[in-house]
């Protein structure tokens, strides 16, 4: 018997940051998936948006998700923030076995203030200047993505929580 966590969660909720520690405590291997396009692609996911475009990202995101989720072993997987927001992903996720997903909920204002000294790396967000333009941004953009995260298995309210207090959390839940 195997088990995959799967972290879902809008941009800059925490869950690269939540993964790791969470894999070592479960003593299951960590993977992320825009590293695991990276790798394959041989390229940052700026530079495929910019030379390839959204859809071949979304189309690739989908593929090795799928590559990801055959492989029949424990983990801790980080999704991109809109993984389980295109196509049937969402579905797929809730209907196969072993697999349970947890939706890392942070407020506009936590992502906000997290995504705004990294926007550069996520070709989203990089061409908005002002703070006040990425949160108008994130509310209108989570509010189209919400009813999907909310799918999740568990939810985990983590504003105003320190890393070590969520992957605590989590694994409550398991
Ligand atoms: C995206 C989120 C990013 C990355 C890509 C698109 C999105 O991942 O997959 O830039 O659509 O929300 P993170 O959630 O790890 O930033």
């Known amino acids: 018997m195997f088990m995959k966590i799967i972290l879902i969660g809008y941009m800059g909720s ?3 940051t939540v993964g790791k520690p ?3 405590k479960l ?7 825009d ?8 390229k940052p996911i700026a530079s495929i948006f910019a030379e390839k ?13 799928q590559e990801i989720l055959s492989e029949k072993s424990n983990m ?18 809730n209907k196969a076995e072993n697999v349970i997903t947890v939706y890392l909920k942070a407020s506009v204002e936590e992502l906000t203030a997290r995504l705004f000294p990294e926007k550069e790396t996520r070709p989203l967000i990089a061409h908005l200047k002002a703070e ?7 509310r209108k953009h989570l509010f189209e993505r919400a ?19 969520i992957t605590e959390k989590l694994i409550s839940h398991l």
């Open 35 to 42: 590293t695991e396009i990276e790798h394959r692609e041989g």
């Open 14 to 16: 925490g869950k690269s």
């Open 132 to 138: 006040e333009d990425l949160k108008d941004f994130v």
């Open 76 to 93: 801790v997987l980080a999704t991109g923030g809109g993984t389980p927001c295109y196509g049937t992903v969402m579905d797929d996720l």
């Open 27 to 33: 003593n299951y291997p960590y993977k992320d998936l």
């Open 22 to 24: 969470l894999s070592e």
């Open 147 to 165: 009813h999907v995260y909310n799918k999740a298995d568990f939810v985990i309210h983590t504003d105003g929580l320190h890393t070590s207090k």
């Open 53 to 65: 475009g959204e859809i071949y990202f979304r189309k690739k995101e989908a593929i090795v998700l």
